[in-house]
């Protein structure tokens, strides 16, 4: 179980980061991201998770979407393999 929701975590956090490095600008990117997780959390707790455990998915996934996000901006990339 662990496992797939790790391949889950990842799979959304590349999905998030690469449509939030393809927004315009800091501040679209920074909402963008903020209603993703708000979404998360909701998702978590209408499956039955906690609120704390849904807080903890969704900061998980965040961090990884911003990460990925700040990596694609960094190098320029948009996420369909062409160039920002």
Known sequence: MVENLTRKVALWATEVGTAAAQLPSSDAR???LAEQRRQLVAGARREG???GDAAILAES????AKRIMEE???RGV?????RA
């Open 30 to 32: 920074l909402a963008f």
């Open 49 to 51: 998770m906690s609120e």
């Open 61 to 64: 996934c965040i961090v990884g």
């Open 72 to 74: 694609l901006l960094r």
């Open 78 to 82: 948009t996420g369909q393999g062409g």
